[in-house]
């Protein structure tokens, strides 16, 4: 049963569309389960009703005919009580209502089971048979395991496969629309740019060849390189190896020398897709094939056809000729984007990105906002692979994009962005004006910096200082640690570019959802594992070189302010102090004379939220990571988008513990300023400045929003809407009180598009 659902899984999820989607589930099911009937209805986003999409044994004339109101039939019952119904004489339940173009009155037994995708029910899969009895518990089990498994599947088809009439998009004019969750405001218009792991054959776009005859070349090229490899490999082994064994490398080099894998892929080509697309395509059928087979032995070999298929990738991969065009406007799209594939896209054609994973806290959100480019996160039904190349539109407010927009829809968002920059320019009057309430009340803006290495820190002008510079990207982009002489210098220039005021760097927060491919560590639950202060107190031969290069950077300028990131006990806080008194002495035999610096701690981890006060003796300084914090008080992974509808900072608890935080700093008079994403939220910056933070550390694209916030509302205001929100229920019920709060000061433009 499982062999038969994961292929039935598998199957879907290659198919090019939703018909065809269709069509492999109502013909697998019926020959599994050796019914007379299987149908699948979906739910008609813009009617409600439910249609009969496809069918084997009702009459096929019926398909897209039959039309079923919620309320209305069997279909409509399991749908309404989203539970299978197993009846042995359906045409005698009360709800049975008949249609005559099915020829359904012949078929006695029922069950119907809902396709249920996050709540929402997608459809009905209905088996039926001749026959008057009820079906077994297990073959109730089967079909529910089964529609739950496709339910993700059926939604992506449906959203980009373009049925008529079945479009699950709310652009009516024409364009699909895919919902996902704002990752970074601001919306563009632009060209898709599929980004993937290399390795992955599965992921391969496909896309048009720039030159068939290259292609081609490329790829022959390709499969003659790792028949070379076979037959030395054949070679070094003979003797060492069993003749089976020995006999392996012959049946791979007979595939690779026999007519259909190579034709077939160079057909393709020539077909108009590109080599790594046309030869994903070919090993995924060839693998279906095998796949199928009776015999055991031969079904294995599926799994010699798919790495034979990565050998010849990975030869194609190593072909500089073939190197890709960046698009003039690129949407960067992908499975799982990281901050390091965001990198290598030139800045200045990079103007949107779209993740299937992820959320608004993971990092590459956080280098979208950096970068003021919008982002959409967490699209969990997206597929890649028929994305490059095509129009799409960001929606980063909203969390929505289009792919295919008609020109009705391009129009309206070109409009959009001609808001955006009008209002753009309307802030930058405010680059030189003070971040006062209108009550007199001045806050601290301070800019996070250091995602990306070229930041145009010019943007910070007229803020604080740094709040939180992150230091981890010169280590992500490297392949080994950087030295104490490289870091020196990089933090130097930051130093240097915020000249008598504080810059706060935070020591190496690696682990989590940034890790070093020089460095490997495998975790089950990394964000509860190996990261931040605890790798580099394990390490301090990696720490004290950091130190160092931070110490020395700050000679003579003495604006350097240390931040130690997931500290979760004291005893972190006394090791790293005394690694730094070290650092300084180290430094001293070295003839390098150095001031201490201000220490501080990130309070992101919930523990230190109950020892604050031991914290605030020990601590020059606290920050507070909201990102975290949230992400560990809700346990919510702040990457998985799965549960990114209940990750939300304006969660009371978190914002009761935060109100814990400040209450603390001011008994003890330590500076606290909060760092996370909350704080370049125009929501949450009325709430942290309600509840007395002194100051707030955001993206530099955040920096003059939230000035324009806070020289509009009072602090009063403010802190009313404080204490308002702190005794509420809900996240939603927070939000809804500041939203209208932004309305009625005609703040709404920061939090929708247009002005
Ligand atoms: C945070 O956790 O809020 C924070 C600022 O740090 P990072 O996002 O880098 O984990
Ligand atoms: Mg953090």
């Known amino acids: 049963m499982l062999e038969t659902l994961h292929r039935v899984s598998r199957e879907v999820n290659d198919a090019p569309g939703l018909p065809e989607a269709l069509r492999i589930i109502v013909n697998r099911v019926a020959d599994s389960m050796s019914v007379d009937v299987c149908s699948v209805y979906?739910?008609?986003?813009?009617?409600?009703?439910?249609?009969?999409?496809?069918?084997?044994?009702?009459?096929?004339?019926?398909?897209?005919?039959?039309?079923?109101?919620?309320?209305?039939?069997?279909?409509?019952?399991?749908?309404?009580?989203?539970?299978?119904?197993?009846?042995?004489?359906?045409?005698?339940?009360?709800?049975?209502?008949?249609?005559?173009?099915?020829?359904?009155?012949?078929?006695?037994?029922?069950?119907?089971?809902?396709?249920?995708?996050?709540?929402?029910?997608?459809?009905?899969?209905?088996?039926?048979?001749?026959?008057?009895?009820?079906?077994?518990?297990?073959?109730?089990?089967?079909?529910?395991?089964?529609?739950?498994?496709?339910?993700?599947?059926?939604?992506?088809?449906?959203?980009?496969?373009?049925?008529?009439?079945?479009?699950?998009?709310?652009?009516?004019?024409?364009?699909?629309?895919?919902?996902?969750?704002?990752?970074?405001?601001?919306?563009?218009?632009?060209?898709?740019?599929?980004?993937?792991?290399?390795?992955?054959?599965?992921?391969?776009?496909?896309?048009?060849?720039?030159?068939?005859?290259?292609?081609?070349?490329?790829?022959?090229?390709?499969?003659?390189?790792?028949?070379?490899?076979?037959?030395?490999?054949?070679?070094?082994?003979?003797?060492?190896?069993?003749?089976?064994?020995?006999?392996?490398?012959?049946?791979?080099?007979?595939?690779?020398?026999?007519?259909?894998?190579?034709?077939?892929?160079?057909?393709?080509?020539?077909?108009?897709?590109?080599?790594?697309?046309?030869?994903?395509?070919?090993?995924?059928e060839h693998v279906r094939v095998f796949e199928e087979m009776d015999d055991p032995y031969l079904r294995e070999r599926a799994s010699d056809i798919r790495d034979l298929g990565r050998r010849i990738l990975s030869r194609l991969r190593e072909e500089p000729r073939r190197a890709r065009e960046v698009p003039e406007n690129a949407v960067l799209i992908g499975k799982e984007v990281s901050a390091s594939q965001l990198a290598e896209v030139p800045r200045e054609r990079l103007v949107g990105v779209i993740s299937a994973t992820g959320s608004r806290n993971s990092h590459v959100a956080i280098l979208a906002r950096a970068l003021g480019v919008p982002a959409v996160m967490g699209v969990d039904d997206l597929r890649t692979r028929r994305l490059d190349g095509r129009d799409v539109i960001v929606d980063g407010y909203s969390g929505r994009f289009y792919i295919d927009p008609s020109s009705t829809v391009t129009q309206e968002y070109l409009r959009l962005m001609q808001d955006e920059q009008e209002f753009s320019e309307e802030l930058q009057a405010l680059r030189d004006q003070p971040a006062m309430t209108p009550d007199g009340h001045r806050m601290a803006l301070y800019a996070n910096t250091g995602l990306i290495s070229d930041i145009n820190l010019s943007l910070a002008a007229g803020c604080d200082g740094i709040g939180l510079h992150r230091t981890e990207f010169p280590f992500l982009i490297r392949d080994r640690f950087p030295g104490e002489e490289e870091q020196a210098a990089l933090y130097r220039k930051v130093l240097e570019q915020f000249k008598d005021r504080p810059a706060v760097l935070r020591t190496l927060d690696v682990g989590g959802d940034k890790s070093l491919a020089y460095f490997p560590v495998h975790e089950e639950n990394p964000f509860l594992g190996w990261r931040g202060i605890r790798l580099t107190l394990d390490h301090p031969e990696i720490f004290l070189t950091q130190l160092r290069a931070m110490l020395r950077a700050n000679v003579g300028l003495n604006n350097l302010q240390v931040l130690l990131p997931m500290v979760s006990r004291l005893q972190e806080l006394e090791d790293a102090r005394r690694l730094l008194a070290r650092a300084r002495e180290e430094l001293a035999e070295d003839g390098v004379d150095t001031v201490m610096p201000p220490l501080g701690i990130m309070v992101e981890v919930p523990a230190t939220v109950y020892q604050i006060d031991r914290y605030c003796e020990r601590a020059d300084f606290l920050s507070v990571g909201t990102n975290d914090l949230t992400q560990y008080l809700l346990a919510v992974d702040r990457n998985n988008s799965q549960v990114a509808g209940l990750y939300d900072e304006m969660h009371p608890s978190v914002l009761r513990s935060i109100q814990e935080i400040a209450l603390a700093g001011r008994r003890h008079k330590r500076r606290v300023t909060v760092c996370g994403g909350m704080a370049g939220d125009p929501v949450g910056a009325i709430f942290l400045m309600g509840i007395g933070v002194e100051g707030l550390s955001m993206s530099v694209s955040s920096l003059l929003r939230i000035k324009w916030v806070v020289r509009c509302i009072p602090v009063a205001r403010a802190s009313e809407l404080a204490s308002r929100a702190l005794e509420m229920d809900s996240p939603e019920e927070v939000r809804g009180l500041f939203n209208a709060v932004l309305d009625e000061y005609k703040l709404g433009s920061l939090i929708r598009a247009g002005k």
Request: charged residues 25%; proline residues 5%; negative net charge.
């Open 42 to 284: 979906l739910l008609d986003p813009e009617t409600g009703d439910f249609v009969l999409m496809d069918t084997r044994g009702l009459y096929p004339e019926a398909v897209g005919q039959v039309r079923l109101r919620p309320s209305e039939g069997l279909v409509g019952l399991v749908a309404e009580r989203e539970e299978p119904i197993n009846l042995e004489n359906a045409p005698r339940h009360s709800r049975f209502r008949y249609f005559p173009e099915t020829g359904e009155e012949r078929f006695g037994s029922f069950l119907g089971v809902p396709i249920i995708h996050y709540r929402h029910v997608l459809g009905v899969l209905v088996v039926q048979q001749r026959d008057q009895r009820r079906f077994e518990e297990d073959e109730v089990a089967f079909l529910v395991t089964l529609a739950a498994q496709l339910a993700g599947a059926i939604a992506h088809a449906r959203a980009s496969g373009g049925i008529d009439g079945l479009d699950s998009g709310s652009v009516v004019e024409g364009g699909r629309a895919l919902n996902g969750l704002p990752g970074s405001p601001g919306v563009a218009v632009g060209t898709a740019m599929v980004s993937y792991v290399h390795a992955d054959l599965d992921a391969i776009p496909d896309r048009e060849p720039v030159d068939v005859a290259e292609e081609v070349k490329a790829f022959r090229e390709a499969v003659e390189l790792v028949k070379e490899k076979f037959k030395e490999l054949g070679s070094q082994l003979a003797g060492a190896v069993s003749p089976d064994e020995q006999m392996l490398f012959d049946v791979y080099l007979r595939m690779l020398e026999g007519d259909s894998l190579v034709r077939e892929t160079v057909e393709r080509i020539e077909a108009g897709n590109w080599a790594p697309g046309a030869l994903r395509q070919v090993i995924a």
